[in-house]
C-alpha cells in the first residue's frame, strides 16, 4: 500500500542511515580518533607554552649577561644569586678562556659539587673541541627565531641522575672582538618541584572548570625519553600508559610529555558512546515504530470510515427511492380508479401505508442518528410499564411481522417494576432489532421477544433463527454505517445505522447491548437495562 510504504520507507531509511552510520563509526574507531586528536593539539599546544615561560626565565638571566671582555665572574655570581631557579651560568671567550659559575650557596652540598665540576669540565672540553661548529650552529637556530641551543645534561645524584637542560646562546662584543658563547643550566630541583608541577597542573585548568572537574578530566605527565617513571606529573596523576605522547625538542631535549584520561581509557569511553548511541537509536526506533503504527492505525480507520459513508449515501438513496416509486405506482394506479374490486382497493391503500411507514421508520434513523452525532439528542424519561410498551410495540407489527412469514413469540414475565425511560425511543430499539431479525432470516423465520428480570436488571431479548452474525463482526455492527459483507445483506436493505442507533439508546439509559450469534446459528441480541434500588421508605405518609 503506497500509503503504509511513504510512511515506512522513510522511517526505516532513517533508522537504518542511523545504524549504518554507528557501526561505521565504530569500526573506524572514529570515536577514539577524535579523542587522540584532540589529546595530540593539548601536547603541541602545551609544548609550545612550556617553551615560552622557559624561554622567559632564561632571557631574564641572558639579558644580563656580562659582555665577552668583562670580568665576568662578579656578575655571574649576582645573576645567579637573584634567579634561584638556574643552577651555573658561564661564558666561553676563546680569547680569555672559560668563566664557570655555580650557586655559591649549594657548593655545600656533595651532589651539586659533584654536578658542578662534571658540567664544567664538560663545558671547557667540549668549547676548545668544538667552539667554531657550536658557534656556526647556534647562530643557525639564532636565525629561525630563538637564540638558544639546548642540550640535556644528566646530572649525578648518588646512584642515580637528575635531568638538566643547558642552554647555549652567543654572546657578541659590541667592541667586534670575538664572539663568546654563553650558558645557563636550569636547577634540576626547581624544574622538577616546581616548575613542571606547576606547569602541568595549569595547562589542565585552563581547559576546563576548576570549581567542577569533569569526571574523567585528562592528567599530563613529563617522562624522560626512555625511562618508565614519570619526571613530574598533574597532582591528580593515577598512573598507567599515556594515551599520547610527544617528544619535546627545543627547550626540554630527551622528555616526553604524555596525557591520558583519569579513571578511565579512551577506549572505554568509545565503547561507552557507541553502547548509549545504539541505545538510543533503540528507544528511538521503538517510538517511531509505535508513532507510524498509532498514525497507520488511524488513517485506515479514516479511509474505512470515508468508505462506509459513501456506501451509507448509495444504500439510503437506494432504501429511499424504493418505496418513493412503490407509493407513486399504487397512488397513480387508485387515481385512475381501475380496479376491480374494494378489496383491491384496500391491499393498495395498506401498501402506501406500508411503505410510508417504512420510509418515516428510516427518516426517524437517520434523524435520530444525526441529533445524537451532533449531541443534540435529548430523551423523554417517564415512569413506564416497560412489559406494556414492548407488547404494544409488538401488537402494531404484529401483523406484518406474521406476513412476511414468520412465527412470533412473546415471553414477557408478570410482575415487572416500572422504569424511567423514553418510550420513543426504547420502542424504536426494539423495532430496529425486529426489524433485523426479519431482513436477516433465510428459510427458518422464527422470531421470540422475551422480557424478564435478572438480579438487578430488566432483560429485554430478541431471538431469530436467521443467518447469524460471525464473532469478529460482533463489535463491529454497532459502529456507525458498518454493515456485513454477507450477500445476504448485501441484498437487503439498510443503511447501517440501525444497531448505532440502539446502542446509543441503551447507552443513553445507563443499559448495555450485547449479541449472541454464529452463522448459520441464529442470533440473540439483549439489551440490559438497570433496575434503580427502591427509595428507602422514610416513614413519613404521602
Ligand atoms: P442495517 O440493518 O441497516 O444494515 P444495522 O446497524 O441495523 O444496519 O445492522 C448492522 C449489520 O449487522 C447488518 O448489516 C447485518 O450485517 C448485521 N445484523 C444486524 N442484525 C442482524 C441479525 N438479526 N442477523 C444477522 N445479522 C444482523
Not at 46 to 57: C, D, I, R, V
Not at 342 to 351: A, G
Not at 477 to 495: A, C, N
Amino acid at each position: 500500500m503506497p500509503l503504509e510504504l511513504a510512511i515506512i520507507l522513510p522511517a526505516a531509511t532513517l533508522i537504518l542511515v542511523s545504524a549504518l552510520h554507528l557501526r561505521s563509526i565504530r569500526q573506524d574507531r572514529a570515536v577514539e580518533a577524535a579523542i587522540e586528536r584532540g589529546f595530540n593539539e593539548v601536547l603541541a599546544i602545551g609544548e609550545k607554552n612550556m617553551n615560552q615561560q622557559a624561554y622567559e626565565l632564561l632571557d631574564e638571566i641572558r639579558l644580563r649577561f656580562p659582555a665577552p671582555n668583562e670580568a665576568c665572574s662578579v656578575t655571574l655570581d649576582t645573576l645567579l644569586a637573584s634567579h634561584p631557579y638556574a643552577a651555573h651560568a658561564f661564558l666561553y671567550d676563546p680569547g680569555v678562556g672559560m668563566v664557570f659559575r655555580s650557586r655559591p650557596l649549594r657548593l655545600n652540598e656533595p651532589g651539586f659539587r659533584a654536578e658542578s665540576a662534571d658540567l664544567q669540565k664538560m663545558m671547557e672540553d667540549w668549547m676548545k673541541l668544538d667552539y667554531p661548529t657550536l658557534v656556526e650552529r647556534i647562530s643557525k637556530i639564532e636565525k629561525k627565531g630563538t637564540p638558544y641551543f639546548v642540550f640535556a645534561n644528566w646530572a649525578p645524584r648518588g646512584d642515580k641522575h637528575a635531568y638538566q637542560p643547558v642552554a647555549l646562546f652567543l654572546q657578541h662584543d659590541p667592541a667586534g672582538g670575538e664572539t663568546a658563547i654563553g650558558g645557563i643550566a636550569f636547577d634540576p630541583e626547581f624544574l622538577r618541584d616546581r616548575f613542571f608541577p606547576n606547569f602541568l597542573d595549569t595547562m589542565l585548568i585552563h581547559g576546563s572548570n576548576p570549581e567542577q572537574p569533569e569526571k574523567n578530566h585528562a592528567v599530563l605527565v613529563l617522562v624522560p625519553r626512555g625511562e618508565s617513571s614519570p619526571l613530574a606529573a598533574s597532582a591528580d596523576w593515577d598512573g598507567g600508559t599515556p594515551e599520547a605522547e610527544r617528544n619535546l625538542e627545543a627547550v626540554f631535549p630527551g622528555l616526553t610529555l604524555g596525557i591520558k584520561l583519569r579513571g578511565t581509557t579512551v577506549e572505554a569511553l568509545g565503547r561507552h558512546f557507541m553502547i548509549s548511541s545504539f541505545l538510543v537509536l533503540g528507544a528511538l526506533s521503538v517510538l517511531l515504530a509505535g508513532g507510524i503504527w498509532l498514525t497507520l492505525r488511524n488513517v485506515s480507520r479514516q479511509m474505512e470510515l470515508a468508505r462506509l459513508k459513501s456506501d451509507f449515501v448509495s444504500n439510503v438513496s437506494h432504501e429511499l427511492r424504493t418505496p418513493l416509486s412503490l407509493i407513486r405506482l399504487y397512488a397513480e394506479t387508485l387515481e385512475l380508479d381501475r380496479l376491480s374490486g374494494e378489496e383491491k382497493r384496500q391491499e393498495y391503500f395498506r401498501i402506501i401505508r406500508k411503505e410510508s411507514e417504512r420510509l418515516s421508520a428510516l427518516i426517524n434513523n437517520i434523524l435520530d442518528f444525526s441529533r445524537i452525532e451532533a449531541g443534540r439528542k435529548e430523551y423523554d424519561f417517564r415512569d413506564t410499564d416497560i412489559a406494556d410498551l414492548v407488547r404494544n410495540t409488538l401488537e402494531a407489527y404484529r401483523y406484518q411481522i406474521q406476513q412476511h412469514g414468520f412465527t412470533l413469540e412473546e415471553e414477557i414475565a408478570d410482575d415487572l417494576p416500572r422504569l424511567r425511560v423514553d418510550r420513543e425511543a426504547i420502542a424504536r430499539s426494539l423495532l430496529n432489532l425486529v426489524n433485523n431479525s426479519v431482513k436477516y432470516s433465510a428459510e427458518d423465520k422464527f422470531l421470540r421477544v422475551s422480557l424478564y428480570r435478572e438480579n438487578e436488571s430488566l432483560k429485554l431479548e430478541v431471538l431469530d433463527h436467521g443467518i447469524g452474525i460471525p464473532r469478529n463482526e460482533h463489535r463491529k455492527i454497532f459502529e456507525k454505517f458498518y454493515r456485513s459483507g454477507d450477500p445476504l445483506v448485501h441484498t437487503t436493505k439498510g443503511s447501517g445505522l440501525g444497531l448505532s442507533l440502539v446502542r446509543h439508546i441503551v447507552e443513553a439509559h445507563q443499559g448495555e447491548i450485547r449479541v449472541d450469534s454464529a452463522p448459520g446459528q441464529g442470533s440473540r441480541f439483549i439489551i440490559t437495562l438497570p433496575i434503580p434500588p427502591p427509595v428507602p421508605y422514610n416513614g413519613r405518609a404521602a
